[in-house]
C-alpha cells in the first residue's frame, strides 16, 4: 500500500494542524484540495476533519445541559426535599413544570452522539471496520457513564442499609431490586412496571439512563441496519410517538426527542441546514432572551398537569426541545452571549452528569441529617426550609466536584484512551515502498 512521501504528509497534516486551530477559533477554513492529494492521504486527511468536527463542543449545548439538570432538580426538590406544603412551590407548579429538563437531556443527547459518531460510521470502508467503530463507540460510553452510575447506586443501596433512620431511603428490597435494575440497564422498564403499585426506590432517576444507553446500544445497529434509510426511519418513529398517548410503558420508552436531535445532527451536514439559521440572534439580546422564555415557557407550560393544554403535550415538548438545540447546534452564542451566566451554566453543564446522578442521594441524606438533628418526635417543616436548601446545596455539589474530579473525568479519558487504541488497531498489513 503506497503511502505517499514522508514530506507531503507532514506538510498534509501541519495544514489540518493550522486547520484545526483555525476551526477552534471559529473561524472560516479553506477546504483541501482532496484531489491533489493520494488516495491514502486524502481518506486520512478526511477523516481528521471528520472527527475535529464531530468532538469539537458546542458551548450553547452544554449550557442547555446546564439548564436541564437545573430544571430536573427543581423538579424533584419538590416533594423530594421539600415535602411539606409550599405556597410558593405550589402556587409556581399549578402553571409551570420543569420535569421535561429530561426531555430536554434525550435531544441534546440524540444530537451530540449523531453528530460524533453517524459520520465515523459512514467513513468505514468494510463491515469489519464498521464493527471495529461501534465497538469503541460501546468501550467509550461505558467508560463514561457506569463507573459513576454504578457508584451512587451502591451509595445508595449501603445507605437504605445503615443511614436510613427516617426512611427516606426507602427499603433495603426495594432498592436492592432498583440497583439489579440499573445495573442491567433495565431501569426504565421496572418503573412502568412498579408505577403506582410499589416503590421503586432511590434511584428512581436511572430509568432515563437506561433509556439512553439503550439508545447508545441500538443507534450504530439502525445505521447499519437502515442505512441511507436512517433518516425516513427516524422521522417515522418520531412522528407515530407525537401525536400517541402516553401509557407508564411508552413514558418510560420514549424516544421522539432523542430522535430529534438525531435529525438535527443528520440535517446539520446537508446545506439546507444554512438556510434556517437564525442570525437575527445575534443581533438582539431582546430576540435571544425572547426566545429562551419563549421555548423555556413553553416547555414548562405544557409539562404542568392542571393545564390541559393539548392532548400530545409530550410530543410538543420533545418538539420545542429539539427547537433548543436547533438553535444551538449553530455554535453562533444564538440562545446565550458570553458572560457571567453562560459561564455559570457551561459549568452545571459540565458537572450535569453527576448532578443527576446525585441530586436525589444528596435530597435524601439531607432529610435524614435534620430528621436526626430535631427532637425526637418532630420533623422538619417549613421553618427549616433554608437551612435544608443549603444543607441540600453543599451536599451536593461537594458530591458533584468530587465525582468528577477523582471518578467520571479520570475514568471518561481513560476509556477515550482504550477507544482510540481499540478503533485505530488494524490487522497487519504488507507495506510497499
Known sequence: MHLGSSGSRRETFARLAAADARRADGLDVEELDMDALSPEVAASSRAAETRSRGKRRIADIEALRGIAVIGVIVHHAHGNLITWPSRAFDSVFRYLDSWPGVDLFFAISGFVIARSLLPRLAACDSDKAYLRTTLAFWLRRAWRLLPSAWLWLAIMLVASAIFNRSGVFGAFHDNFAATIAGLLDVANFRDADVFMRAEYGASFVYWSLSLEEQFYLLLPIAAFLFRGWLPIVAALLAIVQFFHFRTPLLMVVRTDAILFGVLIAMWSRQPSYRLVEPVGLARSRLARASTMILLLGGIAAFACDELHIVSFRVGMIALLCAALVLI????????????????????????????????????????????????????????????????????????CELNYRFVEAPLRAHGARLADRFGEARPRETVAA
Open 328 to 399: 444551538a447546534s449553530y455554535d453562533r452564542d444564538y440562545l446565550w452571549h458570553d458572560g457571567f451566566g453562560k459561564r455559570l451554566m457551561l459549568w452545571v453543564g459540565s458537572r450535569s452528569y453527576g448532578l443527576y446522578l446525585i441530586h436525589i442521594p444528596a435530597f435524601f441524606a439531607t432529610r435524614e441529617i435534620w430528621f436526626r438533628l430535631h427532637a425526637q418526635g418532630t420533623v422538619p417543616g417549613p421553618k427549616d426550609i433554608w437551612p435544608i436548601c443549603i444543607t441540600a446545596l453543599i451536599i451536593m455539589i461537594a458530591a
